[in-house]
């Protein structure tokens, strides 16, 4: 099963100060918009989101169909796929936005100490 790019999607107060500290860390704004309360900050292979007033916690992201800089891959495996392989094994699914047989679409599950992972195919 391949999962995609990796990413860990922060619940920030204030996007502005979040932004400032991890642009001194090195990351590099590479996508979203503040005024919309999101951010997507790149330092090498390493991926982050900033998200204020979208999450209630810290979270992973996976991206299927997507390397690690955001690329469209040509081989993967599908979101669809992921979801019934991890229903499959008795991991429970706790959100899932799936409307069509192929595209973009999203689903979570919580690991066993409460973390959230979302899975996200934008592709």
């Known amino acids: 099963m391949q999962l995609g790019a990796f990413s860990i999607s ?3 107060s204030d996007i502005g100060k979040s932004r400032g500290f991890y ?3 090195g990351f590099e704004t590479v996508g ?3 005024q919309q ?3 997507i900050l790149r330092n090498g292979d390493h991926t982050i989101g900033l998200f204020q007033g979208m999450f209630e916690s810290n ?4 991206n299927p169909g997507w390397d690690r800089q955001a690329n469209a891959l040509d081989d993967f495996t599908d979101i669809r796929d992921i979801q019934a392989q991890l ?4 991991i429970e699914i706790d ?3 799936i409307e069509s047989d192929s595209g973009p679409a999203s689903f979570s599950v919580t690991d066993p100490d409460g973390t959230v992972i979302l899975f996200d ?3």
Not at 59 to 62: Q, V
Not at 87 to 90: D, F, R
């Open 23 to 25: 642009t001194a860390l």
């Open 10 to 12: 922060l619940a920030v």
């Open 32 to 34: 979203g918009d503040e």
């Open 121 to 123: 195919q934008l592709v």
């Open 59 to 62: 979270l992973m992201t996976f």
């Open 87 to 90: 229903a499959s094994a008795g």
């Open 37 to 39: 309360g999101w951010l």
């Open 95 to 97: 959100s899932a936005t």
